[in-house]
């Protein structure tokens, strides 16, 4: 199995801990249907990782538009600027890797530099995931500090 099957396994613990937490508006319900298209499209692709195949090209533009809707989303309810500035920081680390794997799949498809980049950002998108909802981490830690 490809390893990157296993480390996107790790956003259905963000499915199951936004449904859990949130509070259920629709905006979260995106959220969540957006995750899941995500994962879905991901298995799918990284099953057989075939370059500019259809399952290459679907993957590529739900992720983008995920992550583009939870960068929206989380920034719109994160009110403390400790941890926008955190977001922030972890979004970096995103777009880093997100350069890092076009880098290295360019040099040779499927190589190990370009799946470890590309673990790395399965990483980074699991731990931006807990900044997003009001239920999240991102809030339970906003409301703890004073």
Request: contains cysteine; neutral net charge.
């Amino acid at each position: 199995m490809n390893p990157l099957c296993i480390t996107i396994s790790s956003l259905w613990i963000s499915v199951f801990y936004i449904w859990t937490y949130s509070h259920h508006t629709l905006c979260e319900y995106i959220l969540v249907s957006l995750l899941i298209s995500t994962i879905v499209c991901s298995y799918w692709f990284w099953s057989n990782p075939i370059r500019n195949s259809l399952a290459h090209t679907i993957d590529a533009l739900v992720a983008k538009l995920c992550i583009g809707t939870f960068i929206i989303h989380t920034f719109s309810t994160l009110d403390m600027i400790e941890l926008r500035l955190m977001y922030a920081i972890v979004l970096s680390y995103i777009a880093i890797m997100c350069w890092k794997s076009n880098y290295e799949s360019t040099k040779e498809w499927c190589s190990w530099a370009h799946i470890q980049s590309h673990m790395f950002l399965h990483f980074f998108c699991f731990v931006a995931t807990f900044f997003c909802s009001r239920g999240t981490a991102g809030y339970a830690v906003n409301k703890a500090l004073p």
